[in-house]
């Protein structure tokens, strides 16, 4: 009886336990190095469905797709340490032969007649005692080969399959899983398919949840989970962002995965997917060969199973760009436009452009899209109010609408507030550094509209410490002599949160002032190194024209074809040296013809830090009074204030981040999503400025920044898919045997309804005996007890066959 409470327990403990240790053998990969069985022994008509042809080469062949079920066997044992009690079988014949000889023979009368009667029943007796015996040696042996929990491979349908396995689902949720087909899309489906798979467990089976995305959280259930329900949940709950998918994170993770939970050692990891060319086959420098060995990795610790959900339906077509064709926008002008579409069909498509601006539709026109061919569309429109506004374009949806549209902010100026800091007075106003700079920005009435829309203002340099400059677009320092610390860091802040800064030189620049508190070894705000004067504009023995470098640069490409303004004929005498900076080398917009830099630029924060090595005037040379220098100015103009005009513009899942002057205000900022949500943006207050982030874009479309005080106003940005993810051409099976598991272990399902009936098959292949082994002792506690009381009828119920035998003998 205490046998049987001990075996009572350990049954209900099993019910809730895992395997503490594998077997001799852990996949059907151990039969096929193990038994010498070929192909040829089984026709391929037992196993191979009509779904999932036959692959011609051997190298080739998946552990599944080649093993049948019926008669293979593979035995082991998980808790292969508990044989050593096989010992204790020995226990009843050791005490039988311990105490055979512990009695004292006496001869008295009477015991003839006993000794004659054991002669005679001496042959019977000797054999009830040793089936006893060998009936109570079973109950032990068989006793510890249960507890060392035996499993058998392949055993067909003789026993139930008890033997958990770990399962990590990597579902694809990258936005070209949302192609619907007839009725659901493709992301429907993996969810329905994980679902099946998550009910289908058994007792003691864990799960982990994984997805293929382009950001975190890439492990949506990281702790391995033996409540069916929380998956359940996590599955329901997933979302398809529109961004792309990265396979090589997600196989990384996995990776980690499979060593988390060593006491479950069957693995299994199943891929839902739609094998995207554009995912599976990363573009990046070394990453096919990294994803190639982490499926090897995988393959070779777990079973691998891919279900394969891209079946029916490539033919697409989407936008592949928009974007504003100037770098600045303003009121009253022309704003141009690019918007490119391409198919990704064989065949030609027609297909309805349209393009709105803030919500309204301004044009639309017919489109013929040739096969892998990209068309362009021009629109052009004019802005009547400043502002963020809103450009979209869309297309006739298809299966997959959310490529169909792009969208894009521009951020329109009604007038470019230009501060001009003037460092050198002089009795005539055309003496002073900024009289022709104030003259190029704002010249006669009769001047076009777009310079016009220039509103110069012109300071002395004492006053610049009071002035706010967060009202301004750019400020143009002009000879100015030396700056204080305090001013230092009132133009560093102006820059990084989105000015623009001009540093023109000249005889009264203080050059030692200038590297210490602004070039700062490269660190600081100015774009290179201040060095020595070169030439002398008052003896002029050397003259020095410009060289526009190829006019690459947007500062000076108007001149290019253009010989009559007279740029490369421009005469100066005197200028600095500089030497670019070998940690935020500055990109060199204009030369002289002695090879030095003339003008400068590089990035500051949000803004741009343009320095010019000659002075604005005519000093050093007659720049400021050749037609050159107009056109010139307001290029740069233009060019330093283009930071705005030019940004915001986000591929999915790229964080969004901007820097914004709030002179130590902390300010409150909310971001309304695309789909109308409202959260609130990460900030960093850093002395006078705060970095806004916001890291949730893994919506396209259109985010609105709202701003609290002291700042109160809005801004917008856009995000968009990649269009990488638009081109559905998905892997065949011969290209992922071929090209991304070589050698590799696998399962390769089409139709995902096999699913179920391979899980069946699989559990039936997998017999846990431990159960049965339990029943068997069960029962032989049973017989003993019988064949210890009543050994005739012990005898019937042990073996009917010897008790008949024996009954007829004995008539």
Not at 155 to 161: D, H, I, K, S
Not at 262 to 274: C, F, G, N, T, Y
Not at 518 to 530: C, Q, R, T
Request: charged share 25%.
């Amino acid at each position: 009886m205490i046998l049987f409470a001990i075996l009572s327990s350990w049954t209900a403990q099993r019910e809730n336990s895992s395997l503490s240790n594998w077997s001799f053998f852990r996949h059907s990969d151990f039969v096929i190095r193990h038994f010498p069985l070929t192909l040829a022994h089984y026709p391929q008509t037992e196993y191979i469905k009509k779904d999932v042809p036959f692959p011609r080469s051997a190298n080739a062949r998946t552990c599944m797709d080649r093993i049948p079920s019926p008669t293979l066997l593979a035995f082991g044992f998980a808790s292969s340490w508990l044989l050593w009690g096989l010992f204790l079988s020995a226990l009843p014949p050791l005490i039988h032969l311990l105490n055979r000889r512990r009695f004292r023979e006496t001869q008295w009368a009477a015991m003839r007649f006993l000794a004659e009667a054991v002669r005679k029943n001496s042959r019977r007796m000797r054999i009830e005692q040793l089936i006893l015996l060998l009936v109570r040696i079973a109950i032990l042996t068989v006793l510890v080969l249960g507890l060392a929990q035996p499993q058998l491979q392949s055993f067909g349908r003789l026993f139930t399959a008890n033997v958990p396995t770990h399962r990590i689902i990597l579902m694809d949720t990258s936005f070209s899983m949302g192609f619907q087909g007839a009725a659901t899309t493709r992301f429907q489906q993996s969810q329905e398919i994980a679902r099946r798979i998550v009910e289908s467990a058994r007792q003691g089976d864990a799960f982990n949840l994984v997805r293929i995305c382009g950001s975190e959280p890439r492990v949506i259930v990281r702790k391995p989970a033996f409540q069916t329900d929380e998956v359940l949940q996590e599955i329901e709950q997933l979302e398809l962002p529109d961004e792309r998918g990265e396979i090589h994170p997600a196989l990384l993770e996995i990776d980690k995965l499979l060593q988390a939970l060593p006491e479950v050692p069957q693995k299994e990891v199943l891929v839902i997917s739609d094998f995207q060319q554009s995912c599976w086959q990363p573009d990046s420098a070394g990453k096919p060969v990294e994803v190639r060995g982490l499926l090897k990795k995988i393959g070779a610790a777990a079973r691998l199973v891919l279900i394969d959900v891209g079946q029916g339906g490539q033919e697409n077509h989407a936008l592949t760009d928009l974007r504003a064709q100037e770098d600045f926008h303003t009121v009253k002008q022309a704003a141009r436009f690019k918007v490119a579409a391409t198919t990704f069909s064989r065949m030609t498509a027609e297909t309805e452009l349209e393009f709105f601006v803030d919500g309204k539709l301004q044009a639309s026109r017919t489109l013929n899209l040739e096969p892998l061919t990209e068309v362009s569309e021009d629109f052009a429109y004019t802005f009547a109010t400043g502002g963020d506004h809103l450009i979209q374009a869309r297309l006739s949806k298809d299966g997959l609408p959310v490529d169909d549209q792009r969208q894009l902010v521009v951020h329109v100026k009604e007038q470019l507030r230009i501060l001009c800091v003037n460092g050198k007075l002089a009795g005539r106003a055309k003496d002073t550094a900024t009289f022709h700079l104030q003259l190029a920005l704002s010249p006669s009435p009769g001047e076009s509209a777009a310079v016009a829309l220039i509103q110069p203002q012109v300071i002395k340099y004492g006053e610049l410490r009071g002035f706010d400059l967060s009202q301004y677009d750019c400020v143009f320092l002009c000879n100015i002599s030396a700056l204080d610390v305090s001013e230092a860091q009132l133009l560093e802040t102006f820059l990084r949160g989105g000015g623009a800064v001009v540093w023109c030189l000249g005889d009264r620049v203080d050059v030692a002032n200038y590297n210490r508190l602004l070039f700062k070894n490269g660190e600081g705000i100015l774009p290179a190194e201040i060095l020595e004067r070169h030439g002398n504009a008052v003896q002029q023995k050397e003259v020095f024209g410009f060289d526009p470098l190829e006019f690459q640069h947007p500062i000076v490409k108007v001149f290019q074809g253009n010989p009559e303004a007279g740029l490369e004929r421009t005469q100066t005498y005197e200028y600095f040296r500089t030497k670019l900076s070998e940690r935020n080398p500055g990109r060199v917009a204009l030369a002289f013809s002695s090879g030095d830099p003339a003008i400068i630029e590089t990035r500051v924060g949000a803004g741009k830090s343009i320095l010019i090595t000659t002075p604005l005037d005519q000093s050093w040379g007659n720049w400021a009074v050749w037609p050159s220098f107009l056109p010139l100015i307001q290029e740069l103009t233009f060019y330093a204030v283009s930071t705005e005009g030019a940004r915001d513009e986000l591929l999915v899942g790229e964080p969004w981040q901007r820097t914004l002057q709030t002179r130590g205000a902390e300010v409150d900022a909310m971001v309304t999503r695309p789909d109308g949500e409202t959260e609130p943006a990460r900030s960093s207050p850093n002395a006078n400025l705060t970095d806004f982030h916001y890291d949730r874009t893994d919506r396209s479309g259109a985010y609105q920044l709202q701003l609290g005080p002291p700042l109160n106003r809005k801004e917008s940005f856009a995000v968009n898919v990649d269009p990488r993810e638009s081109n559905l051409t998905r892997l065949e099976r011969e290209e992922v045997e071929r090209d991304l598991l070589a050698g590799t272990d696998f399962r390769y399902l089409i139709d995902w309804t096999e699913l179920e009936r391979q899980t069946t098959r699989s559990a039936s292949e997998s017999g846990d005996l431990a159960r049965s082994f339990l029943y068997i002792v069960l029962y032989l506690l049973f017989v003993e007890q019988l064949l210890a009381w009543n050994f005739n009828a012990g005898l019937w119920l042990l073996c009917p066959p010897l008790a008949a035998w024996r009954w007829w003998r004995a008539r």
